[in-house]
């Protein structure tokens, strides 16, 4: 099944991108810049798809994302310390962002003739960014069959909807994943700063799935006290 894979050069996307070719499936990447500041994510997105030799489109939405305002990623907010799963982690909701980039990824499918359209959006997500969760992704998918009926059959996958983190970093190195040429950061520094939301989700998954984390943080140990935090110790 030719697959489209919305990359955006982070360790899950990365990791989905380099699990469908695995398998003979990748047809391309799509990424989208919507004005976000850890944007650099996007040379790894473009890396990612030279090494798998595919198409990358780059869609820039520079425009709508400075309409999106109230968001960590886009406006002069900071970036909060701490695990994903807390409620100062909602202030990292750009609205509505999977819907967009579904529709327009799900258009360059029908476009190609491409069959679905890959998405790495996990368990993990769950608690903050509702356009990840499976409720979303099942109606977003009736959706698109009735938007294209009758000119495309194109598919929605979302293989770690229900996985954990640790499971996209078990299933990454399988594959063969080079998890240092993948970016997390929200706060787009030189290193990943290992404080934010989601360094710290990172670090931690690579700690439950037994697998070496090579990723230079900032901050290296401070995911610790985080979990620490969250988990009331």
Sequence with gaps: ????????GGLDSVSLAHS??????LSRLVSFDYGQR??????YAAACATR???PHHIIDMRTIGAALTGSALTDDIDVPDGHYAEDTMKVTVVPNRNAIMLTIAYGIAAANGDEAVATAVHGGDHFIYPDCRPAFTEAFDAMQRAALDGYA?????????HR?????????ARVGTPFADTWSCYK???????????CVERREAFDLAGV???TVYEDPGFWRTAIADKEGV
């Design 164 to 172: 954990s983190k640790a499971d996209i970093v078990t299933e990454g």
């Design 52 to 54: 798998l030799g595919v």
């Design 153 to 161: 059959d194109v598919a929605l996958s979302t293989p770690f909807v």
């Design 20 to 25: 469908i070719a695995a398998e003979g499936n």
């Design 1 to 8: 099944m030719k697959t489209i894979v919305i990359c955006s």
């Design 38 to 43: 850890h944007r650099k994510e996007l040379d």
């Design 188 to 198: 787009g520094g030189e290193h990943h700063c290992g404080r934010c939301g989601t």
């Design 212 to 214: 070496s984390d090579p």
